[in-house]
């Protein structure tokens, strides 16, 4: 019986996840030919959510940092000035 209740509370866990899952959209220009792109800069900028947590400064450097790798890895340099 106990295991029971336990399963029926496990589904219901999953289930409801699909209910609280963020909706994300992205635009962009697929037709621009991004080869032409060697630099990157990343701006300071605010970011606007209800969740105090994810206002802070750790998240930000976190959201910097893995944005930093990904154009790197991508072949792009970093500047703190003028980039493309």
């Known amino acids: 019986m106990a295991r029971r209740a336990l399963i029926v509370v496990g589904v219901c866990f999953a ?9 994300v959209t ?5 037709t621009l030919d991004f080869s032409k ?3 990157f800069a990343v701006r300071d900028g605010q970011m606007e ?5 994810l ?3 750790l998240t930000k450097k976190r959201v910097r940092t893995a944005i930093e790798r990904a154009l790197t ?11 493309d």
């Open 15 to 23: 289930c409801s996840a699909g209910l609280f899952a963020q909706k």
């Open 26 to 30: 992205s635009e962009f220009d697929d």
């Open 37 to 39: 792109y060697k630099t």
């Open 49 to 53: 959510t209800t969740a105090p947590a």
């Open 55 to 57: 206002n802070s400064e």
């Open 73 to 83: 890895a991508k072949g792009l340099t970093k500047t703190d000035g003028a980039s």
